[in-house]
């Protein structure tokens, strides 16, 4: 197996493990350790420390090793941290986390879209929509997920705002998460349909007033599904 995939099944196993709390903060990851329990060379042993590095997810101390650090200090926006963190017992904190974030900015994202958007960009924002109705009906989950990752991407885009735009990645991985959980229903909900119309029209209209309130709608609609699916109120927004 090539050296790059081995450190990635490795960093991956111990990136799950950290997130889930199996391997808890002040914990030590020794190179020797992970050589042994993987089976796998000094250097990608290291290659995968580093990764965790990268991550902020363990800190290398002198005479020590590997120390993993507490959750506060993780690059929690990282897609690969955001993978590992939904595949762990707190998953529902997490996505409750991430709802929380597209609540803080998508509305503004979509009232921003509304003033700078491109004629060609609000016109596949109304494409997509009616691509989303189409495909809920049809029950086709996987096409449907597709344009709604690609609209909600092209709403951050068309802002016009760099900021907003970096967030692009934690958005998808939510919407991906959803999915990857069973959080997502088979038939969306008319008003979830209606919410992504709704936004499409404001932004093709150049009305940002409308375009924050339907996305506000629409992110609220996500929050309360997630209720109505089982979720602990406490930890959602």
């Known amino acids: 197996m090539p050296a790059t995939t081995l450190h990635t099944t490795v960093l991956d196993d111990l990136g799950t493990r950290i997130t889930a709390g199996e391997i808890r903060p002040g914990d030590v990851i020794r ?11 000094r250097t990608v042993a290291r290659e995968a ?6 991550y902020d997810l363990a800190v290398s101390r002198r005479r020590v090793g590997i120390v993993v650090l507490p959750p506060r200090e993780w690059a929690v926006l990282a897609p690969t941290v955001i993978r590992w963190r ?8 997490v996505l409750g986390e991430l709802t929380e974030l597209r609540s803080a ?11 700078r958007a491109q004629p060609e960009q609000a016109g596949r924002l109304v494409e997509l929509a009616a691509t989303l109705r189409s495909e809920a009906s049809n029950g086709n989950s996987d ?29 998808q991985e939510v919407l991906m998460g959803r999915t990857r959980l069973g959080l997502m229903p088979r038939h969306p909900k008319p008003r979830a349909l209606a919410g992504h119309e709704g936004v499409a029209r404001a932004i093709a209209a150049g009305d940002p007033i409308s375009a924050r309130a339907h996305m506000d709608d629409l992110v609220n609609e996500v929050r309360e599904a997630l209720l109505e699916d089982g979720l602990d109120q406490a930890h959602l927004p």
Do not use: K
């Not at 990752?149 to 802002?159: D, K, V």
């Open 31 to 41: 190179l020797d350790e992970v050589q042994e329990r993987y089976n796998v060379s």
């Open 49 to 54: 420390m580093r990764m965790l590095e990268s």
């Open 86 to 93: 939904l595949r762990g017992p707190q998953r529902v904190q």
């Open 105 to 115: 900015i998508e509305p503004t994202a979509a009232a921003a879209a509304s003033r």
């Open 143 to 171: 096409t449907f997920l597709q344009a709604d990752i690609e609209f909600h991407t092209l709403i951050l885009a068309a802002s016009g705002n760099a900021a907003l735009r970096a967030l692009t990645i934690p958005v």
